[in-house]
C-alpha cells in the first residue's frame, strides 16, 4: 500500500482493509529496500514502530474513537527531541544523545496514534541546503542517486518521496522544508512562526524556525498540518489562536476571483529555464481556473539574503553555545590536566562540522561590539522592511507566488565547496520566515533541460495558513489532470516494488 | 607603606557604585516550573528548560514580573511601558546555557532613588542614592571544587555541578555613582544596603539573608584627588556576604587604592573577592580583559509592557517606607535619636517592634535586645537572630517581671535557660525553679537568721555605717537561693535595723 | 571588499571556545571575505528611523503562573552526562572565575 497517499490508507485502516501493524511492515520493509540508496534515515525504530501500530489497531478493534492518522507510518527530521530515541540534529556532537523528555509535536504525533518509523538526517542544526553537511553522511534524491534531495530536511523529503513514508515532519528556517520538498516532488509546507510550537525542536535560529509537514498531496499534508499545530504553553512565542481550517481548504481547491501576486524579485536571472517555464505554466493554470494574475513589487527582498545569513548565524552562536561537553553529548580532549575550558574548546572542534563552524564564527563576529548596529542591527531593519513589503503586497494580492528554487537538484558535491552558491539556494525561500509569515512548495511539474522536480511556492500571511491549501489544491487537481497521475508516480522504481 | 583611613581621606574623595543582587522567593524558577526550595538533594529541581537541554524553551514567571515591578515602584523608579530580556552570552558550566537571559539596553525599571540617613560628627546626614536600573536575570547553578585545599576553584582537580539553583530569578539594584559621601563612604554604602534590605523585606518579595545568598552586594570604589573632576579607575568587590563586611570592604579598598596612587602605581580595573578573615580583598579576573557579551534580544521571549492600569494596582500595594516606619516607632515609643541608632545598627529594630506588638513595653523590650540578649550574642559570636530567643519569650519574660513574679535578675536566668534550648520562659521557670520571694515573712526570717550569724556586721549597720549592709544583703540573697528581690531585702534589712530605707 | 584576518578570526574561535587547527583558521579568514561582502548588503539601505524586529509575531506579557511542576528525576536529569559524581555533573577543572 505504500503509494497510497496518507489519506487513501486512512481510509483503508478505517474500513478494516488493512491494518496498521500491516502497514508499517510495509513501510519498514520499503526502507529496508531502498534506503541503503537513498539514505533517508539516521535511525530506524522497527519495534517500537510496531508496538505503536498495533496499540492503534488495538484501539481500533476497541471502537475507540481515532484521529484521522491514527495508524499512519510517518517520518521524524532528528531535529526533533523523541524520548529514549537517539536524537543527533544531523551533528556528531549529539551522537548518542536520547532526550529525557519529548517535544511537543511529536506528543501530539503520538496524541493523534501516528506511527512514527524513525529519525531522517538533515544538515547538521538545520544549516544546510543538501543535506549534504549532515556528519553521518548525506542522503540522495530518489529522483537521481547522484543528487541531493535540498536539505536542511533532506532526509525526511526523500523518504516522502522514495515512498518509505507517506508523510513526514521537517522544519524550515529560511526555506528547509519547502526547498527539499520541491527538488524531490512532493508537497512541503512551512507553518506561519508561532503555529507549531518549538518546545522540543532543537534551535538553530530561534525567530525563524518552524516544524512543518510534507506529503505527496496537498490535502495529505493538511492532514498531518492539523495534527502537529496549535498553541503551546511551554513556548512563549507560540501564538493562541486556533488551527486555521486547512483540511477544509484543501478539499475545496477554489481560486475563482483571487488575485495571485507574482514577486517581481523572484524570478529572472539565476533561474533555470525549466524553473520559470513550469512556473509560468502553473500561473497559466490558476487563471484558467478563475484566479487573477498580478505583480507585486517587493524591493527589499534583494536583501533578504543578506540579512538572513546574519540573523540565523547570530542566533545559532547563541544556541549552539550549550553544546560543551559538561551536561549532555559529546566529549573529547580529556586528558591528564586538561581543564574544563579546553575540554570545551576541542568537543566543539570535534563535534561541529565546517558549515556550523563557519556560522558560528559569522554570527560570533556579527554580534560582536562595535560590529552589531552595522551587521546584525542592520539586518534587524532589513527585516522590517521585508514584513512592510509583504504587507503592502498582500493588500494587492491574497497570496503570492514564485518558483520554489531557483534550480533543480544539484549533484552531491556541486556546491559543497562554494558556500555562497549554496546560501543562493534558499534566495526564494528566505523571504518568508523572514517575515514569519506561511509559504509551501508543490511540484510543478520536471524542467526540461534535466527531467527533475520542478517546485511552485505559494505564501500567505500569517495565519492565514489555509489560502497555501485552497490555492495549492486547485493548482494540484488541475496539474495531476493534465499529467494522468500525481507527479511522484513519474519517479524512478528504485529497485523496489513501488 | 600602610596608610590610616585619615590619610586617605585627607587627599582622596571616594567614588561609589553599588551593585546588589536580590534572590526572589517565588515558589518556581524565572523561566520553567521547577521548585525553588532551598537545600534540596543535588539536581532533583531541574528540567530540560534550567538543565538546557537541547530544544528547550524558556517561559518567563509572572510573579517575578510582578515582584520586579515592585521593587521598582518601592526604589522610587519609572516602570518601563516595554521591556525586553536580552542575552548575555559567555560560557562558564554553572551556567548551563551559556548565556543568561537578562535584560540589556531595555530593563524593567529606571531612574530611581533610596534615600539614607548615618550618624556623622556632626550629627545626623542624608545622603540620596540613585538608582540607574532594575533589571530581571536568573542565578546559576553551584559548583563544588573537588580535589584543591580550600574547596576554592583554585587547585581543584575537578568540580561538580548541581543546576538546583540555576534558573531561580534574581532581580539587579544597581545604583548610579555615588560621589560626595567622602569620608563616610563605608557607612553609606552600609545604610543603602541595610535600606534596600529593609525594603524588600517589607516587599516580602525576598528572604534577604545575605549570609544565605538570597541577598549579594557587589561594591565598586575609585578614588580622585580632593576637588578634581576626573574619574578614579575603579575596581570591584565580590563576596560581601554581610552589612559589617559592606563598611570593611569599602574601607579597604580606598585604603588599598590610595596607596597604590601615593607610589605613583596604578589602580588596575578588575574584580576582586572579599575575604572575611583579613578585611582585604584578593585579585580576581582582570575587567580589561573581559568579555565581549555580545547582547542581543532574546528572540524565545516576548517583550514585557505591563499596563499602567497593574501598575498602579501595584503601587497601592507597597507596604510603609521603611524610613517613615522607623520614624513612627520613634515617635511612638519616644525614643532618643542615639537610642535609635544603636537599635538600627544592631540590627534588632524589627525584633524589638515584634516583641511590643506582643505587648512589651518598648523601652524594656530595647533593653532586653540591645542589653542581655546581645552581650550573650557576642560572647557567643552568633548573630542575635540566630539565637533561639523569640520576641514572644521575651514579651512573656517582660510580662513576668511587670507581674513581679521575677526580678530583674532571675529574669536573665530565664533569658539564658531558653537560650540554651530549655523551653520557654514558662518551662524555664518550672524546670530550674525560678520563684521570686515575696513573702515578707520569709524575707525577715532570712534577714534575722543573717543578722543573727553576722552580728557584728549589723551592729555596724545599727551604728549608721550603712554601706555595710551591703554583706548582709548578699547573705540574705544567698539565703534565699537569689529569689529574693534584692530591693525589698534592703528596705526590710535597713528597717530592721533602725535605718532609714531610702 | 571586507575581510577578516586568520588573527582575528581566531580570537573570534576564542571566543565561541571552538579549538580550530591553523589550516581551519587561515581557511575560514580567506572565505569569509566573500561571505562579509554578500552580508554587507544590509548597510546599502537607508535605514535610519526604521524599527528593528526582533520577533515577527506582535506578541506581547506572556508569562506563565508561579506554579511547581515535577521536575525530572535525578537520573533523568543525569542520564546525558559524560561524567557524575555524587549525583552531580562531574566537569574537568575550571580555570576561569564565575561572573
Redesign the interface.
Not at chain 1, 198 to 203: D, F, K, N, S, V
Not at chain 1, 338 to 346: Q, Y
Given at each position: 500500500m505504500i503509494n497510497k497517499t496518507a489519506a487513501e490508507m486512512s481510509s483503508a485502516l478505517a474500513s478494516g482493509e488493512v491494518t496498521s501493524v500491516a502497514l508499517t511492515k510495509q513501510h519498514l520493509e520499503r526502507i529496508a529496500d531502498v534506503d541503503k540508496k537513498v539514505k533517508a534515515f539516521l535511525h530506524v525504530d522497527s519495534e517500537s514502530a510496531l508496538a505503536q501500530a498495533a496499540s492503534v489497531d488495538a484501539d481500533r478493534a476497541a471502537g475507540k474513537a481515532l484521529g484521522p492518522l491514527a495508524g499512519v507510518p510517518l517520518a521524524l527530521k532528528d531535529v526533533?527531541?523523541q524520548e529514549g530515541v537517539p536524537?543527533t540534529?544531523g551533528s556528531k556532537i549529539?551522537q548518542g544523545?536520547?532526550?529525557?523528555?519529548d517535544?511537543t509535536v511529536v506528543a501530539k504525533l503520538k496524541s493523534a496514534g501516528v506511527v512514527i518509523l524513525g529519525k531522517t538526517n538533515m544538515d547538521e542544526f538545520a544549516m544546510g541546503s543538501s543535506t549534504e553537511n549532515s556528519g553521518y553522511g548525506p542522503t540522495f534524491n530518489p529522483w537521481d542517486l547522484t543528487r541531493t534531495p535540498g536539505g536542511s530536511s533532506g532526509g525526511s523529503a526523500a523518504a516522502v518521496s522514495a515512498f518509505e513514508a507517506p508523510i513526514a515532519i521537517g522544519s524550515d528556517t529560511g526555506g528547509s522544508i519547502r526547498q527539499p520538498a520541491a527538488l524531490t516532488g512532493i508537497v512541503g509546507v512551512r507553518p506561519t512562526?508561532?503555529a507549531v510550537s518549538?518546545?522540543?525542536?532543537?534551535?538553530y535560529?530561534?525567530?525563524l524556525d518552524q516544524a512543518g509537514p510534507f506529503g505527496r498531496t496537498v490535502l495529505d499534508t493538511a492532514m498531518l498540518h492539523e495534527i502537529i499545530a496549535g498553541h503551546d504553553?511551554?513556548?512563549?512565542?507560540s501564538?493562541n489562536v486556533p488551527v486555521p481550517a486547512v483540511v477544509a481548504a484543501a478539499k475545496s481547491g477554489d481560486v475563482k476571483g483571487l488575485k495571485i501576486g507574482v514577486i517581481k524579485q523572484l524570478q529572472g536571472k539565476g533561474y533555470q529555464a525549466g524553473v520559470l517555464a513550469r512556473f509560468n505554466e502553473s500561473l497559466e493554470i490558476l487563471s484558467s481556473l478563475g484566479a487573477e494574475i498580478v505583480e507585486v513589487d517587493c524591493p527589499?527582498f534583494?536583501?533578504a539574503?543578506?540579512?538572513y545569513?546574519?540573523i540565523a548565524p547570530?542566533?545559532c552562536?547563541?544556541n549552539l553555545?550549550?553544546?560543551?561537553?559538561?551536561?549532555?553529548?559529546?566529549?573529547t580532549g580529556?586528558v591528564d590536566g586538561?581543564?574544563?575550558?579546553?575540554?570545551?574548546?576541542?568537543t566543539?572542534?570535534a563535534g561541529?562540522g565546517r558549515e556550523v563552524?563557519?556560522r558560528?564564527?559569522?554570527g560570533?563576529?556579527?554580534?560582536?561590539?562595535g560590529y552589531?548596529d552595522?551587521?546584525?542591527?542592520?539586518?534587524?531593519?532589513?527585516?522590517?522592511?521585508i514584513?512592510e513589503d509583504y504587507k503592502k503586497a498582500f493588500t494587492q494580492a491574497d497570496v503570492l507566488v514564485s518558483p520554489t528554487s531557483p534550480i533543480t537538484a544539484f549533484k552531491i558535491g556541486e556546491k559543497s565547496e562554494d558556500?555562497?552558491a549554496m546560501?543562493l539556494a534558499d534566495v526564494a525561500t528566505i523571504p518568508v520566515n523572514?517575515?514569519?509569515i506561511c509559504g509551501m512548495s508543490l511540484p510543478a511539474g520536471l524542467a526540461d533541460e534535466d527531467n527533475l522536480p520542478v517546485g511552485f511556492q505559494i505564501m500567505a500571511p500569517?495565519m492565514q495558513d489555509q489560502r497555501l491549501y485552497n490555492v495549492g489544491a486547485a493548482l494540484e487537481a488541475a496539474l495531476v489532470l493534465k499529467w494522468g497521475g500525481h507527479l511522484i508516480s513519474k519517479a524512478p522504481a528504485l529497485g523496489g516494488a513501488k | 607603606m600602610a596608610l590610616s583611613y585619615d590619610d586617605v581621606i585627607a587627599k582622596y574623595e571616594p567614588v561609589l557604585g553599588l551593585e546588589v543582587h536580590v534572590e526572589l522567593n517565588t515558589e518556581s524558577k524565572m523561566f520553567c516550573s521547577c521548585s525553588t526550595t532551598f537545600g534540596g538533594e543535588p539536581n532533583t529541581q531541574t528540567c530540560p528548560v534550567c538543565l538546557a537541554l537541547p530544544g528547550a524553551l524558556p517561559v518567563v514567571n509572572a510573579k517575578a514580573i510582578e515582584s520586579s515591578i515592585l521593587i521598582g515602584l518601592a526604589l522610587n523608579c519609572q516602570i518601563a511601558p516595554y521591556s525586553r530580556f536580552s542575552r548575555k552570552n559567555y560560557f562558564y558550566p554553572d551556567m548551563p546555557k551559556n548565556f543568561q537571559i537578562s535584560q540589556y539596553d531595555e530593563p524593567i525599571c529606571f531612574d530611581g532613588f533610596v534615600d539614607v540617613e548615618i550618624q556623622t560628627d556632626e550629627g545626623p546626614k542624608q545622603f540620596r542614592i540613585e538608582i540607574e536600573r532594575v533589571h530581571m536575570e536568573e542565578d546559576t547553578g553551584k559548583s563544588l571544587h573537588v580535589g584543591g585545599a580550600t574547596g576554592r576553584i583554585h587547585g581543584a582537580e575537578y568540580s561538580l555541578l548541581d543546576y538546583n539553583r540555576a534558573g531561580i530569578p534574581l532581580v539587579e539594584i544597581v545604583t548610579k555613582i555615588v560621589p560626595g559621601t567622602g569620608k563616610y563612604a563605608p557607612e553609606v554604602a552600609k545604610a543603602y544596603v541595610a535600606e534596600l534590605r529593609d525594603i524588600l523585606r517589607g516587599l516580602k518579595v525576598s528572604d534577604v539573608k545575605m549570609e544565605q545568598g538570597s541577598l549579594r552586594c557587589d561594591a565598586n570604589v575609585s578614588l580622585r584627588l580632593i576637588g578634581s573632576d576626573v574619574l578614579g579607575t575603579r575596581s570591584e568587590t565580590k563576596n560581601v556576604n554581610s552589612l559589617r563586611s559592606v563598611e570593611r570592604a569599602i574601607r579597604g579598598e580606598m585604603i588599598r587604592h590610595a596607596e597604590l596612587l601615593n607610589e605613583g602605581k596604578k589602580v588596575k580595573q578588575e574584580t576582586r573577592h572579599f575575604q572575611e578573615d583579613t578585611g582585604l580583598t584578593r585579585s580576581g579576573r582582570s575587567k580589561e580583559q573581559a568579555e565581549d557579551y555580545r547582547y542581543f534580544p532574546e528572540p524565545d521571549l516576548v517583550p514585557v509592557a505591563p499596563a499602567a492600569t497593574w501598575i498602579e494596582e501595584l503601587r497601592a500595594q507597597l507596604p510603609e517606607r521603611p524610613s517613615l516606619h522607623r520614624k513612627r516607632l520613634k515617635e511612638q515609643w519616644a525614643v532618643p535619636d542615639k537610642e535609635m541608632a544603636a537599635m538600627i545598627n544592631a540590627d534588632v529594630l524589627d525584633i524589638v517592634e515584634q516583641t511590643v506588638l506582643l505587648g512589651a513595653d518598648p523601652t524594656k523590650a530595647r533593653t532586653w535586645w540591645l542589653g542581655e540578649i546581645s552581650r550573650l550574642a557576642n560572647e557567643k559570636d552568633i548573630a542575635i537572630a540566630d539565637l533561639s530567643i523569640t520576641p514572644k519569650d521575651v514579651a512573656e519574660i517582660v510580662a513576668l517581671v511587670a507581674a513581679g513574679e521575677l526580678t530583674d535578675k532571675l529574669a536573665r536566668q530565664v533569658v539564658e535557660g531558653v537560650i540554651a534550648g530549655e523551653g520557654t520562659p514558662a518551662e524555664v521557670v518550672a524546670k530550674r525553679g525560678i520563684k521570686v520571694v515575696n513573702d515578707d515573712g520569709a524575707l525577715m526570717a532570712a534577714i534575722e537568721k543573717v543578722c543573727a550569724e553576722q552580728a557584728e556586721t549589723a551592729d555596724k549597720v545599727r551604728n549608721g555605717h550603712v554601706p555595710a549592709a551591703g554583706a548582709l544583703i548578699g547573705a540574705v540573697m544567698k539565703e534565699t537561693k537569689g529569689q529574693a528581690d534584692a530591693a525589698r531585702v534592703r528596705e526590710l534589712l535597713l528597717g530592721h535595723l533602725g535605718q532609714a530605707t531610702n | 571588499m571586507s575581510s577578516l584576518s586568520r588573527d582575528e578570526v581566531a580570537k573570534l574561535a576564542a571566543l565561541a571556545r571552538i579549538e580550530m587547527s591553523e589550516e581551519e583558521l587561515v581557511g575560514l579568514a580567506s572565505q569569509f571575505g566573500s561571505i562579509l561582502d554578500a552580508v554587507a548588503r544590509v548597510q546599502e539601505l537607508n535605514l535610519d528611523g526604521v524599527k528593528a524586529t526582533s520577533h515577527p509575531q506582535p506578541l506581547e506579557n506572556i508569562f506563565r503562573e508561579d506554579v511547581v511542576l515535577p521536575s525530572l528525576t535525578p537520573d533523568q536529569a543525569l542520564s546525558g552526562a559524560p561524567a557524575q559524581e555524587e549525583q552531580r555533573f562531574r566537569v574537568p577543572q575550571i580555570l576561569g572565575e564565575a561572573e
Open positions: 526533533l527531541a536524537t540534529a549529539l544523545w536520547k532526550p529525557p523528555y517535544s512562526y508561532g518549538r518546545y522540543g525542536l532543537i534551535a535560529s530561534s525567530s504553553p511551554k513556548d512563549a512565542t501564538l527589499s534583494e536583501y539574503l543578506a540579512a545569513y546574519l547570530s542566533e552562536s547563541s553555545a550549550r553544546f560543551d561537553a559538561m551536561r549532555y553529548g559529546l566529549r580529556e586538561a581543564s574544563a575550558e579546553s575540554v570545551m574548546n576541542s566543539r572542534e561541529f563552524k563557519r558560528i564564527i559569522l560570533t563576529y556579527a554580534l560582536s561590539s552589531y552595522a551587521y546584525y542591527g542592520s539586518a534587524q531593519k532589513i527585516r522590517t522592511l514584513i558556500p555562497i546560501y523572514l517575515a514569519g500569517a | - | -
